[in-house]
């Protein structure tokens, strides 16, 4: 690792200002993806500023359907909250089969979705749940914030504060998990708001990063179950493709997998 | 057997500091005035050096020296050997390539090292490492053997023309051509045995202390086999006569082979040390150095066939193999796809002629070596593949044909140099049979198919050859060293015992498994006894572990020396007692006079001998003996293991059900710690199965570099595994011990991908059956007559 600064910002308006002040700063919250990339002398920031002391900003909040949680809550934070895992049960249940228990406790909502890895489990079920971003400095909804592999709408400064949605209906989360990492090699949120309002988050699988395919939301919406998924096509073209998963083999695990997420919800 | 002696369920000894954190790994030891090591590597997989530029590195803080290859060489530091000389069928010596410690002219693979940076701190000198310009002409690279031998494959080593290193075989080919001429059926099979990465927890490292005013060296550092490692280091590489230098392997995490072999690491930091003038140089490799350096294992391409008459017996087998070896020879890899391998094709069965031609190519790869199995598993799969390939082919029931052609008697000399001494195959598949419920396999399956899955059985009727081995027979077979063991046993005056021993523990737990040796012997708690192994200075010499040889080879060596122990200690008690010799018996932890009352403790036998007050006539003093064990043949572990897999046809996701394994390893000392080694075994055997693989792209870059692409298997992956053991004693040694280190994963790929292709219903599946792999098999045909 390179020498590096370290920082604890005390609120949101010190975490800015000290991030401006440095040459080449970073944020850091569980530092379960920063850190090891340091370690490998891929990233050498030059100061980092720690979020996770920020008063408060770990909360989750649940008045009836309305969620609100902080962006440094823990992975297990979500995954074990009694309220959240009533009104939205497959967002606990999501948080509670990333990384092991080590990076659990210790990474991030916040610092999931700024990272925007293609293989993050959080970015798909933002997107299906129709989530706002919440940032030091704005607002916005999810499909905004999330701009393409590794890449958010957030500027230098900018760090997310929460994130915030209406609990669906019903919804469940399911994933290939990638054989080695156990990343997402292809996961799929599928959230019914009512109202023939259903929202599918893909994630892990195709190489503009996280998206919403929308032929099967609208299938859905007509009838939410598993055979609407049949006539779907999910384009190879779109896919990525690695040692573990060809192109062809992730569009097969994307059409499966939104198939065993819509019998979860359903069921 | 007593609570604690042979055949005792005795906790390990040694878990206490291994599972306290209170282990101490070569680098957990400290040295004051310790500098660090990086090295510098090569980012190309085949490139010529044309400059190396340290002009900025030299300058930065805390650096006490970079070197590079010419000035190594310079030094007089010897080449990289391979101990084990192998032939062409032609009659000519393999054709080995220069391999220096540091590169000299070329680069011929990701990771090879370039240059050595010595600096005060590891921050400052990686940070100098980086600081190392070099300047590389960049050369097309060949990564597969089978493009190696291309015509326009880039050349490696100008010894080696189109890369092949030898052209070797083994058996009688016109007297199999002839069976083949003959035969009723013919079967054949291509398969790949994929390449692995070793993966021992604890990763390389070496601690070299220089002491200048001596001119000494002591060396810690991560090795299965210390002794090897300093003879090779002071004979070959020159870095210090044997008497100025101390090896040290102290508490080793793991090795499976990657850690036998004496790498360019420790050979560069025992030569730095001395021209840098520092005390002291550690080096520890980090998990990227692992996967790039540590040497690889497996990776073959064989077409075989196999002849048939009409009552589907096996009248010949037929072999052709191409094993990558790596951009260098390393120090065992020669033996490894040859006398390791194609000795073992006769599996269990009785084939009168076996022909087998192996080609060994370079590549611009990490070299390949042993891992876990070391050739034997790759004759297994190839074997038990093509068993149930047969059995297909012909309609007969896979055990039904391997039952069929089974050696029944004993000795039974095969076509290819093996000579098995004793086994009962009938016996390891009954008992594998009826642990699974073999005959209601077919019920289950329709249960699966009605859920949708689609349910496989797979068999593995295994042999290997462990205990190696005699050492005038490997040398008549090109070995560059000898492979007996010792031991030495060490009574102290009170009775207590040191077992010094030439094998070394890296996680088989020898400390309790040999202590139990001398427990059953004289009935004294294991906690009076102590085995040491792992220092030049302690040891006198050894062969280290390897090839499940510490049970048959090492214990038997310490089971010489008991004998010598005891019968000097039967003379004195017998003087002392004044009674007959032959009368003494030894019992728990007391000498005494057989009939009568009369006795005494061993503690005062053990005293008499020290104090010399009462010694028979002539006898010397103390109570200490030693002794080398050289085997009389290799030893032969068999077994059946059975899996039963369901695969899921959406997804390819394949999960073990159930998997069974009985095993015949001889004489058993701690049946606990033999389960261990057979679970750790199945886990490595399994993750080749179905996760392991390691990767290069067409320009030499490995893929699958780290965790997050090499899949490791993990406790979720696994069943739990209903081992069990049948025994017939090894004849060979005065154990009866035949080894269980290996047998795991020797046995349970081929049984693994037996099931999986039986699920799927053709064969047409590679190495690893990752779900990509086994779904790609499906959608490529066959899975509508599978699910049936
Ligand atoms: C072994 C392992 C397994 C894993 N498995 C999975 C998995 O299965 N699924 C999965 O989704 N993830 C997985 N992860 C990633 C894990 O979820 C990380 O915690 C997460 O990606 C990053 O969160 P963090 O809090 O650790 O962020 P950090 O590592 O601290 O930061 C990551 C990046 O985000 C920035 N950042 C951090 N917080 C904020 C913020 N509030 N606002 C703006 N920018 C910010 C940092 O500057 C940095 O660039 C795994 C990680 C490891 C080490």
Same mark, same amino acid.
């Given at each position: 690792?390179?020498?590096?600064?370290?920082?604890?910002?005390?609120?949101?308006?010190?975490?800015?200002?000290?991030?401006?002040?440095?040459?080449?700063?970073?944020?850091?919250?569980?530092?379960?993806?920063?850190?090891?990339?340091?370690?490998?002398?891929?990233?050498?920031?030059?100061?980092?500023?720690?979020?996770?002391?920020?008063?408060?900003?770990?909360?989750?909040?649940?008045?009836?359907?309305?969620?609100?949680?902080?962006?440094?809550?823990?992975?297990?934070?979500?995954?074990?909250?009694?309220?959240? &895992?009533?009104?939205?049960?497959?967002?606990?249940?999501?948080? /509670?089969?990333? #990384?092991?228990?080590? *990076? @659990?406790?210790?990474? =991030?909502?916040?610092?999931?979705?700024?990272?925007?890895?293609?293989?993050?489990?959080?970015?798909?079920?933002?997107?299906?749940?129709?989530?706002?971003?919440?940032?030091?400095?704005?607002?916005?909804?999810?499909?905004?914030?999330?701009?393409?592999?590794?890449?958010?709408?957030?500027?230098?400064?900018?760090?997310?504060?929460?994130?915030?949605?209406?609990?669906?209906?019903?919804?469940?989360?399911?994933?290939?998990?990638?054989? &080695?990492?156990?990343?997402?090699?292809?996961?799929?949120?599928? /959230?019914?708001? #009512?109202?023939?309002? *259903? @929202?599918?988050?893909? =994630?892990?699988?195709?190489?503009?990063?996280?998206?919403?395919?929308?032929?099967?939301?609208?299938?859905?919406?007509?009838?939410?179950?598993?055979?609407?998924?049949?006539?779907?096509?999910?384009?190879?073209?779109?896919?990525?493709?690695?040692?573990?998963?060809?192109?062809?083999?992730?569009?097969?695990?994307?059409?499966?997998?939104?198939?065993?997420?819509?019998?979860?919800?359903?069921? | 057997?007593?609570?604690?002696?042979?055949?005792?369920?005795?906790?390990?000894?040694?878990?206490?500091?291994?599972?306290?954190?209170?282990?101490?790994?070569?680098?957990?030891?400290?040295?004051?005035?310790?500098?660090?090591?990086?090295?510098?590597?090569?980012?190309?997989?085949?490139?010529?050096?044309?400059?190396?530029?340290?002009?900025?590195?030299?300058?930065?803080?805390?650096?006490?020296?970079?070197?590079?290859?010419?000035?190594?060489?310079?030094?007089?530091?010897?080449?990289?050997?391979?101990?084990?000389?192998?032939?062409?069928?032609?009659?000519?010596?393999?054709?080995?390539?220069?391999?220096?410690?540091?590169?000299?002219?070329?680069?011929?693979?990701?990771?090879?090292?370039?240059?050595?940076?010595?600096?005060?701190?590891?921050?400052?000198?990686?940070?100098?490492?980086?600081?190392?310009?070099?300047?590389?002409?960049?050369?097309?690279?060949?990564?597969?053997?089978?493009?190696?031998?291309?015509?326009?494959?880039?050349?490696?080593?100008?010894?080696?023309?189109?890369?092949?290193?030898?052209?070797?075989?083994?058996?009688?080919?016109?007297?199999?051509?002839?069976?083949?001429?003959?035969?009723?059926?013919?079967?054949?099979?291509?398969?790949?045995?994929?390449?692995?990465?070793?993966?021992?927890?604890?990763?390389?490292?070496?601690?070299?202390?220089?002491?200048?005013?001596?001119?000494?060296?002591?060396?810690?550092?991560?090795?299965?086999?210390?002794?090897?490692?300093?003879?090779?280091?002071?004979?070959?590489?020159?870095?210090?006569?044997?008497?100025?230098?101390?090896?040290?392997?102290?508490?080793?995490?793991?090795?499976?082979?990657?850690?036998?072999?004496?790498?360019?690491?420790?050979?560069?930091?025992?030569?730095?040390?001395?021209?840098?003038?520092?005390?002291?140089?550690?080096?520890?490799?980090?998990?990227?150095?692992?996967?790039?350096?540590?040497?690889?294992?497996?990776?073959?391409?064989?077409?075989?066939?196999?002849?048939?008459?009409?009552?589907?017996?096996?009248?010949?087998?037929?072999?052709?193999?191409?094993?990558?070896?790596?951009?260098?020879?390393?120090?065992?890899?020669?033996?490894?796809?040859?006398?390791?391998?194609?000795?073992?094709?006769?599996?269990?069965?009785?084939?009168?002629?076996?022909?087998?031609?192996?080609?060994?190519?370079?590549?611009?790869?990490?070299?390949?070596?042993?891992?876990?199995?070391?050739?034997?598993?790759?004759?297994?799969?190839?074997?038990?593949?093509?068993?149930?390939?047969?059995?297909?082919?012909?309609?007969?029931?896979?055990?039904?044909?391997?039952?069929?052609?089974?050696?029944?008697?004993?000795?039974?000399?095969?076509?290819?140099?093996?000579?098995?001494?004793?086994?009962?195959?009938?016996?390891?598949?009954?008992?594998?049979?009826?642990?699974?419920?073999?005959?209601?396999?077919?019920?289950?399956?329709?249960?699966?198919?009605?859920?949708?899955?689609?349910?496989?059985?797979?068999?593995?009727?295994?042999?290997?050859?462990?205990?190696?081995?005699?050492?005038?027979?490997?040398?008549?077979?090109?070995?560059?060293?000898?492979?007996?063991?010792?031991?030495?046993?060490?009574?102290?005056?009170?009775?207590?015992?040191?077992?010094?021993?030439?094998?070394?523990?890296?996680?088989?737990?020898?400390?309790?498994?040999?202590?139990?040796?001398?427990?059953?012997?004289?009935?004294?708690?294991?906690?009076?006894?102590?085995?040491?192994?792992?220092?030049?200075?302690?040891?006198?010499?050894?062969?280290?572990?390897?090839?499940?040889?510490?049970?048959?080879?090492?214990?038997?060596?310490?089971?010489?020396?008991?004998?010598?122990?005891?019968?000097?200690?039967?003379?004195?008690?017998?003087?002392?007692?004044?009674?007959?010799?032959?009368?003494?018996?030894?019992?728990?932890?007391?000498?005494?006079?057989?009939?009568?009352?009369?006795?005494?403790?061993?503690?005062?036998?053990?005293?008499?001998?020290?104090?010399?007050?009462?010694?028979?006539?002539?006898?010397?003093?103390?109570?200490?003996?030693?002794?080398?064990?050289?085997?009389?043949?290799?030893?032969?572990?068999?077994?059946?293991?059975?899996?039963?897999?369901?695969?899921?046809?959406?997804?390819?996701?394949?999960?073990?059900?159930?998997?069974?394994?009985?095993?015949?390893?001889?004489?058993?000392?701690?049946?606990?710690?033999?389960?261990?080694?057979?679970?750790?075994?199945?886990?490595?055997?399994?993750?080749?199965?179905?996760?392991?693989?390691?990767?290069?792209?067409?320009?030499?870059?490995?893929?699958?570099?780290?965790?997050?692409?090499?899949?490791?298997?993990?406790?979720?992956?696994?069943?739990?595994?209903?081992?069990?053991?049948?025994?017939?004693?090894?004849?060979?040694?005065?154990?009866?011990?035949?080894?269980?280190?290996?047998?795991?994963?020797?046995?349970?790929?081929?049984?693994?991908?037996?099931?999986?292709?039986?699920?799927?219903?053709?064969?047409?599946?590679?190495?690893?059956?990752?779900?990509?792999?086994?779904?790609?098999?499906?959608?490529?045909?066959?899975?509508?007559?599978?699910?049936?």
């Amino acid at each position: 690792m390179y020498d590096t600064n370290y920082h604890r910002a005390k609120d949101a308006a010190d975490a800015g200002k000290k991030l401006r002040a440095c040459d080449d700063g970073m944020y850091l919250s569980g530092g379960m993806t920063l850190l090891p990339t340091m370690k490998q002398r891929l990233a050498a920031p030059s100061d980092l500023i720690d979020l996770t002391y920020i008063k408060d900003m770990n909360k989750i909040e649940v008045k009836g359907k309305e969620v609100t949680i902080g962006a440094t809550a823990t992975h297990a934070e979500v995954a074990t909250h009694a309220k959240l &895992a009533k009104v939205c049960p497959s967002l606990a249940g999501l948080a /509670a089969h990333i #990384g092991d228990p080590h *990076v @659990r406790n210790r990474g =991030t909502i916040g610092g999931s979705i700024a990272n925007n890895d293609p293989a993050a489990d959080y970015p798909s079920a933002m997107l299906a749940l129709g989530a706002t971003i919440i940032t030091n400095k704005r607002k916005m909804k999810a499909e905004k914030f999330f701009t393409g592999m590794f890449d958010t709408a957030l500027a230098e400064d900018e760090f997310v504060k929460a994130v915030s949605f209406m609990a669906p209906k019903r919804g469940a989360y399911a994933k290939f998990p990638n054989p &080695a990492s156990r990343y997402a090699m292809a996961g799929v949120y599928v /959230a019914d708001h #009512g109202k023939g309002d *259903v @929202r599918v988050g893909v =994630t892990g699988a195709s190489q503009g990063g996280v998206y919403r395919p929308k032929d099967m939301e609208k299938a859905l919406s007509k009838s939410f179950e598993p055979g609407s998924l049949e006539g779907c096509k999910v384009d190879e073209g779109d896919m990525l493709s690695d040692i573990h998963g060809s192109s062809a083999y992730r569009a097969n695990l994307v059409k499966v997998m939104a198939k065993r997420a819509v019998v979860a919800a359903a069921g | 057997m007593g609570i604690e002696g042979i055949g005792a369920r005795v906790l390990r000894k040694e878990d206490k500091r291994f599972i306290t954190g209170a282990g101490r790994y070569t680098d957990d030891h400290k040295i004051a005035g310790m500098h660090f090591a990086a090295f510098v590597r090569s980012p190309h997989a085949y490139a010529k050096i044309k400059k190396i530029n340290i002009k900025e590195a030299s300058k930065m803080s805390g650096v006490a020296g970079i070197f590079n290859g010419k000035e190594l060489t310079g030094d007089g530091i010897g080449n990289i050997i391979c101990g084990w000389m192998v032939h062409s069928k032609d009659g000519s010596p393999m054709n080995m390539g220069a391999w220096s410690a540091l590169a000299t002219e070329y680069v011929r693979y990701v990771g090879d090292a370039v240059a050595v940076v010595i600096a005060e701190s590891l921050e400052e000198a990686q940070a100098a490492a980086e600081a190392v310009e070099v300047d590389y002409k960049v050369l097309k690279a060949v990564v597969t053997a089978e493009q190696a031998m291309g015509l326009k494959a880039p050349q490696l080593h100008p010894e080696a023309k189109n890369n092949v290193i030898f052209d070797w075989e083994i058996g009688e080919e016109d007297a199999t051509d002839a069976a083949f001429a003959k035969a009723a059926n013919v079967v054949e099979l291509d398969i790949r045995n994929n390449r692995l990465v070793p993966n021992p927890m604890e990763p390389r490292s070496a601690l070299v202390q220089y002491d200048a005013a001596e001119d000494h060296f002591t060396l810690h550092t991560t090795s299965q086999n210390p002794h090897v490692a300093r003879l090779v280091l002071s004979a070959f590489y020159q870095v210090a006569p044997e008497n100025k230098l101390r090896v040290i392997a102290p508490d080793v995490g793991g090795g499976f082979g990657a850690k036998i072999y004496i790498y360019p690491e420790e050979i560069v930091c025992l030569w730095a040390a001395k021209r840098a003038g520092v005390a002291a140089v550690k080096w520890t490799a980090d998990r990227s150095e692992s996967f790039l350096t540590d040497a690889h294992g497996r990776d073959h391409f064989s077409k075989a066939k196999m002849a048939f008459d009409k009552n589907n017996k096996i009248t010949g087998f037929k072999i052709e193999t191409l094993a990558n070896l790596g951009a260098y020879m390393s120090l065992f890899s020669s033996s490894v796809p040859t006398y390791l391998y194609a000795t073992l094709l006769s599996g269990q069965y009785n084939i009168p002629n076996i022909h087998c031609n192996v080609k060994t190519v370079y590549t611009n790869t990490v070299p390949v070596d042993a891992y876990r199995g070391a050739g034997r598993p790759e004759a297994t799969y190839l074997v038990e593949r093509m068993m149930t390939t047969a059995a297909r082919q012909l309609g007969v029931d896979p055990a039904e044909l391997r039952r069929n052609n089974f050696i029944q008697e004993f000795p039974h000399q095969t076509p290819v140099i093996m000579a098995y001494d004793a086994g009962d195959f009938g016996a390891s598949l009954d008992a594998a049979m009826a642990e699974i419920k073999y005959s209601d396999f077919e019920k289950r399956r329709k249960k699966s198919a009605k859920n949708g899955m689609l349910r496989g059985i797979g068999m593995s009727c295994y042999i290997e050859a462990c205990g190696i081995a005699p050492s005038a027979a490997v040398g008549s077979l090109g070995a560059g060293v000898g492979l007996w063991e010792s031991a030495e046993v060490r009574v102290n005056p009170v009775g207590t015992v040191e077992v010094l021993t030439g094998s070394h523990s890296h996680g088989q737990g020898h400390e309790t498994t040999f202590a139990q040796l001398v427990t059953e012997r004289f009935g004294l708690p294991k906690d009076n006894v102590q085995i040491v192994h792992g220092d030049t200075d302690k040891v006198q010499f050894g062969m280290g572990t390897y090839g499940s040889r510490s049970g048959a080879v090492g214990m038997s060596a310490i089971e010489k020396a008991l004998d010598k122990v005891e019968a000097k200690a039967k003379k004195i008690a017998a003087h002392m007692l004044e009674a007959a010799e032959g009368d003494i018996e030894i019992k728990d932890g007391e000498v005494m006079v057989k009939g009568t009352d009369k006795k005494l403790g061993w503690h005062e036998v053990c005293l008499g001998a020290y104090t010399g007050h009462n010694l028979p006539e002539g006898m010397e003093p103390g109570l200490k003996e030693g002794a080398f064990y050289d085997p009389t043949n290799f030893t032969f572990p068999a077994g059946c293991y059975i899996c039963e897999v369901e695969v899921d046809p959406n997804t390819g996701v394949t999960t073990i059900e159930k998997f069974v394994a009985a095993d015949d390893f001889g004489k058993i000392i701690n049946p606990m710690i033999v389960e261990g080694q057979v679970h750790g075994g199945l886990a490595q055997g399994i993750g080749q199965a179905m996760m392991e693989n390691a990767v290069y792209d067409d320009d030499g870059q490995l893929l699958s570099a780290s965790y997050m692409d090499y899949t490791m298997p993990r406790a979720d992956n696994l069943p739990n595994f209903h081992v069990s053991t049948t025994e017939t004693l090894c004849p060979g040694n005065p154990l009866g011990i035949k080894g269980c280190g290996e047998a795991g994963a020797i046995g349970s790929p081929p049984a693994v991908i037996n099931a999986i292709t039986d699920a799927i219903g053709h064969n047409n599946l590679t190495m690893p059956a990752s779900p990509q792999n086994v779904w790609a098999a499906i959608n490529d045909g066959g899975m509508a007559e599978a699910a049936e």
